[in-house]
């Protein structure tokens, strides 16, 4: 019998009480029944509730929309969101007259029924992530305000839903879609912006098909990008020596036969890698290039180093990409035999690789499916239903010799097959209204005629004037206008546009070159060399002696920490190469010992560096050093460098100080591990201890380490692998007393939130939190449920007993384990306002 819970007598909570069916015996006048996380795959009874308003059914097992819903004639909010639904029935609609709310996400949802716009009164409406291709019959809802449709099929949204004349709606939210017209970067301004997008269209019908591609050139270092990407856009062969390898990234465009391409060539060093991520954005086409003259079938390291490591990363940041396979250097190989060995080996690995992948995620799924209360572990299970939703497509390897002008032809002509092939990339096309295309043509022009200052950064304000005198626009129309085109010229590479940094939201990098070339003044693999060939010139420009600088190398070198001087120094002699002259221009991309400069600000919001020697509000008297490596000193006596510095996680060696600092694990130490699926991120460790080492002014920083301290607590951080499965693992030791146990929990769950949120710059990643057994040598473990969404308070409920028995019949207190309260006292006290899990 179920275990019903009664707000009052008109409202029922039967939550997460495993229920198969309805139960008989629940009072049929309720006007509010919570049903959700059980097990319900049919609502037979339901239409014996005629007096209910709210009902909510989500997290269940429900694939039948019932036919009984239309006797709910009094029902206002409707919860079925995370089901297996996957038809509506005509008839149920036109019946719920007083429904407002529907929430109908994460279902199987292929179309709507075409009546469910005689459902008048709905105002918020959410249809996210099903299959739908259409939704024109939504057309004819009077008073929707609110309408969701992410990550379903649509190509086109009906414009009759936002006529001026009779559109209630505020929000619509549409990404994750293949959309064409209006294309989803008009969406992503919102409901004003896709009016204008359809006023445009009806003022001036001569639309355009837009055919833009952003092609990334990824794999290792002299696997043959650079020769291959020149090669192509020249259209025949072209050497390219080592000496002129790609440093950071290169761009250039290709336009053929209707449609444009434009080119980034990554450079394939790992030092490159960590800011890859700022400009790989979706729905691109990846050329990953294998050097088949090295790859080896007999050694298993040469498939994970030219292909499994880049293939994996694609997945985890855009798991939506197309990736086609290019064996280059096949000339270089022993005769035409060897290569299609190598070509058919590397596809058979590389099938291999996503069918595991898939296999993987369907039993974490299943496992957490079949825990006794799966309902706990809802969220994790939507998590892993999410990515394996996604559709990586990597196409069959191609080889050429890229001394051969027929196989660059034949490249050629591959690759414009597949853009224009929709099975294989879906939606690289957009319809744009004419005067879309007007202004994209003066951007073009604002370039071509060098009408921009060199470096290429120019505010939004200087744009939309140079703009209006090219074309036939008023200003408001514009507006709208320039914020789409700045996306989209974003996303297929033309431009960098960073709306969402407040700091930066104001002006636009028309040329990405100047921004990669300041990057890599700083982001290289030969850093320790290029500072110690600075000249005195240099120096003496920032007022800096020659000792400063062998100081400056020693601490890059042994502590992974770059001086902010050096920098500023290091950036201005990448401007100098680029002719630039401009002092304002310089000293706002360089900055000031006053004021950070613009690549500062990028390095920081994009987590590549972290400030040192920065007071933290959150710890205004902990400890300071410098670096977080050398001796720790109080925030008073501590000798620092008066124009401060930034510490780079990425040229750390080792983890040495981290391990003196800690000493060696006890088997009472308060212990968390947070496995990654499928694995790690390249780099995100480096990453983590940027966001981790923010919270707290004391830190010590290592490769795979970090130690945090937040007054005598000190809280470890590390990435581990055991048994072939990489994990983050979060470390205190054991409190004296019980009342200590609150605060260190606290800790560690200010560390977990900060990787929660970390991971979702990761789409194709997911998380599972565990607690080893603390027994020596005991291999179980305590899984945790579902803890991002709960409230601080429910945070340390995640279990309510009192000890804990691990599989292996070890007994534990449960604070050892899971966060607990061990007082009422302590229960009513709370977190330190410091340390509340946020993101």
């Known amino acids: 019998m179920a275990c019903i819970s009664a707000k009052s007598w008109e409202e029922w909570d039967l939550s997460g009480q495993k229920l198969k069916s309805l139960p008989r015996d629940l009072l049929t006048h309720a006007r509010s029944v919570d049903l959700q996380r059980n097990k319900l795959k049919r609502v037979i009874g339901i239409s014996r509730f005629t007096h209910l308003m709210e009902l909510n059914l989500s997290r269940n097992k429900i694939m039948e929309f019932s036919q009984e819903m ?22 149920i609609f036109p019946h719920l007259k007083m429904l407002k709310f529907v929430k109908l996400s994460t279902n199987r949802l292929a179309k709507l029924p075409s009546d469910i716009n005689q459902c008048t009164s709905i105002t918020y409406l959410d249809l996210s992530r099903n299959c739908l291709q259409n939704i024109e019959p939504l057309i004819g809802l009077p008073k ?15 414009f009759q839903l936002f006529q001026a004349s009779n559109c209630e709606l505020t929000v619509c939210e549409a990404k994750a879609n293949p959309l064409r017209c209006p294309p989803e970067e008009v969406c992503a301004g919102g409901v004003e912006d896709i009016q204008s997008y359809f006023r445009q269209i009806e003022e001036n019908p001569n639309t355009c098909s837009a055919w833009t591609v952003k092609t990334m050139f990824l794999g290792s270092s002299m696997a043959g990008k650079s020769t291959l990407c020149r090669s192509l856009r020249e259209g025949k062969p072209v050497v390219v020596a080592v000496k002129d390898r790609t440093e950071g990234i290169e761009i250039s465009q290709l336009y053929t036969q209707k449609v444009r391409f434009f080119f980034w060539d990554f450079a394939g060093q790992e030092e490159y890698y960590l800011t890859h991520h700022v400009f790989i954005t979706s729905r691109a086409l990846v050329i990953l290039t294998v050097d088949l003259s090295s790859y080896s079938i007999e050694n ?36 035409q035999e060897e290569v299609m ?8 690995k590389v099938k291999t690789m996503l069918e595991n992948r898939r296999m993987v995620l369907k039993h974490q799924k299943k496992n957490l499916e079949e825990n006794t209360d799966p309902s706990l572990f809802a969220d994790q299970v939507d998590e892993l239903d999410c990515l394996l939703e996604y559709n990586l497509k990597v196409l069959d390897l191609l080889t050429l010799d890229c001394t051969k002008i027929e196989d660059i032809a034949k490249l050629r002509s591959h690759i414009l097959m597949c853009i224009q092939s929709e099975s294989v990339f879906l939606c690289s096309e957009s319809i744009l209204p004419k005067s879309y295309e007007e202004v994209e043509q003066a951007i073009y022009t604002l370039v071509a005629l060098e009408q921009v200052p060199q470096h290429g950064i120019v505010l939004i304000d200087e744009l ?10 008023s200003r408001d129309s514009l507006q709208s206008i320039l914020r789409f085109l700045l996306r989209y010229l974003h996303r297929i590479g033309m431009i960098v546009w960073y709306e969402d940094i407040d700091v930066l939201s104001d002006r636009v990098f028309i040329k990405p070159s100047f921004l990669i070339s300041i990057f890599k003044g700083i982001v290289r693999h030969d850093l320790v060399q290029h500072l110690e060939g600075v000249s005195r010139d240099l120096l003496m420009q920032e007022g800096a002696l020659v000792k400063q600088k062998f100081t ?9 920490t770059l001086h902010n001087a050096a920098m ?17 221009l310089i000293r706002e991309v360089v900055g000031t010992k006053r004021e950070e400069g613009v690549i500062l600000t990028l390095l920081q919001y994009f987590e590549v560096c972290l400030p040192t020697l920065v007071g933290s509000p959150l710890n205004p008297h902990a400890l300071e050093s410098i670096s977080g490596v050398k001796q720790w000193e109080s925030g008073r006596e501590a000798k620092r460098d008066p124009d401060g510095a930034c510490l780079f996680p990425m040229y750390l060696k080792d983890d040495r100080i981290v391990c003196h600092k800690w000493g060696e694990d006890k088997r009472d130490d308060l212990s968390v591990h947070i496995y990654f699926l499928p694995e790690i991120p390249h780099g995100f460790f480096h990453r983590v201890t940027i966001k981790t080492c923010s919270l707290f002014t004391t830190h010590w920083a290592g490769r795979e380490q970090s130690l945090l301290c937040c007054g005598n607590r000190l809280v470890l951080v590390r990435q581990r692998n055991k048994d072939g499965d990489p994990f983050i693992e979060i470390r205190c030791r054991r409190p004296e007393k019980d009342e200590e146990f609150r605060p260190l929990w606290d800790l560690i769950l200010a560390v977990m939130s900060k990787l929660f949120v970390l991971s979702r710059q990761w789409p194709g990643l997911t998380q599972q939190v565990h607690t080893p057994c603390p027994e020596r040598g005991c291999p179980h473990y305590f899984t945790w449920r579902d803890w991002q969404e709960l409230s601080n308070t429910n945070l340390y409920n995640l279990v309510k007993e009192e000890k804990l028995v691990c599989q292996g019949g070890h007994t534990r207190r449960t604070e050892l384990i899971f966060p607990k309260v061990t007082s009422p006292l302590l229960s009513a006290v709370g977190a330190p306002a410091a340390f509340k899990v946020s993101s």
Not at 341 to 348: A, G, L, V, W
Not at 465 to 473: A, E, G, K, S, Y
């Open 70 to 91: 239309c006797y709910l004639d009094k029902l206002e909010i409707l919860y079925m969101n995370q089901n297996n639904i996957r038809v509506i029935p005509e008839g």
């Open 464 to 473: 939309n004037d140079f703009i209006l005198n090219h074309v036939n626009l």
């Open 552 to 560: 400056w190398v020693d601490d890059l070198r042994c502590r992974g």
């Open 300 to 335: 298993p390291q040469s498939f994970k180093d030219k292909l499994w490591f880049w293939i994996n990363n694609i997945q985890l940041r855009v798991p939506d990409s197309v990736v086609l396979l290019v064996g280059t250097h096949c000339d270089q190989c022993r005769d």
């Open 568 to 584: 500023r120094i290091l950036v201005r002699k990448e401007l100098e190469k680029l002719f630039v002259d401009d002092d304002d």
């Open 144 to 158: 929707l305000k609110e309408l969701f449709v992410e990550r379903n099929r649509l190509t086109e949204l009906p």
């Open 341 to 348: 060995e190598k070509k058919t080996d590397i596809e058979e």
